[in-house]
Structure formats: C-alpha cells, structure tokens
C-alpha cells in the first residue's frame, strides 16, 4: 500500500514518498500483528484504515464494512489503498475485529496520536461530555453505558473517553 501525505499534483521529491511519523497511518502500523506471513493477503493496517473509513460513513458491522469497500472498490485500487482490484471478505474484517487487534493496544494508539495532534499553546479550551450509549439500557432499567468524553474544540480532538457510573 501506497501512502503519503501529499496534496493532489504535487511533485514527489526525489528522495521518494514522503511519510508523515505522526499520522494515524503510522501509529496502526505499531500494532501487532500476530497473524503468520503465509497465507495473509492484506496488511493490518490497511484492513484498520479500511474498516475506520467504513465506520466513519455509518457502517457498524463486518458486512456493512465489506460491502462499503467493494462498492468502492475502484476508488480505493486508484488512490492506491488496494494493491489489487479484490476487496477483503467479511469474515476477514470479524476475525480483525475479534481476534487480532487488542482492543486495549488500539485504544492506547489512538489516545498516543490524539495527543500528537493537540497543538500546545498559551490556552487551551477543553470541554466535557457525557453521553449513553445507544442500545446499552437493559428492558427495565433506566440506566446503561455511559461514555464521558474530554474534547479539545478548537482542535476537533478528543483526548480520552472513558466508561463512567
């Protein structure tokens, strides 16, 4: 997989594709992947930048995810995302999401890069939210999950969001 940070018709220098160390590309690159080389088609990282890109266009299951890439399939073989004109199935996105990445190591990958991208400077606001989470009040009960969240709004960071009573 191809990636790179540069705007659309810019030179490449000669040097080559130029990384940017702080992306969210490079820090799903430091997961671990547990899976053997033989037999493995797609890289991790790219099946976690596959699977962000579907959520964050409303897709919350394996299938919904598979069927986002393949319907975009061709967009995704000429920005370079797939090496080839073949999306993943979606039992590989649910063993990725059961099995391979630890939910504790992703989360504190996450938490690294929100904190890379959080521009210090003289004053910073922050803001506080709390929300429950959809689907999680039991029949009867008048309470389920509960998320707080700290935001950075001039930023559009969210620094940690966590499980509260």
Not at 39 to 48: D, R, S, T
Not at 60 to 78: E, K, Q, S
Not at 104 to 126: A, N, P
Request: a neutral charge.
């Amino acid at each position: 997989m191809d990636y790179t940070e540069l705007a659309p018709h810019q030179e490449v220098h000669q040097t080559g594709i130029i990384y940017d160390l702080k992306s969210l590309f490079a820090f799903l690159m430091r997961i671990t992947d547990p899976r053997h080389a033989r037999g493995k088609q797609y890289p991790l990282e790219l099946l976690l930048v596959l699977i962000l890109l579907a959520k964050l266009c409303g897709e919350n299951t394996p299938t919904g995810i598979a069927d986002w890439v393949t319907y975009r399939i061709d967009a995704l073989v000429a920005m370079k995302l797939l090496p080839k004109n073949k999306a993943p199935c979606h039992m590989t996105y649910r063993r990725v999401l059961q099995l391979i990445v630890s939910p504790h190591e992703l989360e504190r990958l996450l938490s690294e890069y929100h904190q890379s991208c959080l521009k210090t400077g003289t004053e910073l606001v922050f803001s506080l939210d709390g929300k429950t989470v959809r689907g999680t009040i039991p029949t009867g009960e008048t309470r389920g999950t509960h998320l707080l969240s700290l935001y950075v709004p001039g930023q559009g960071l969210v620094l940690m969001e966590a499980k509260v009573d």
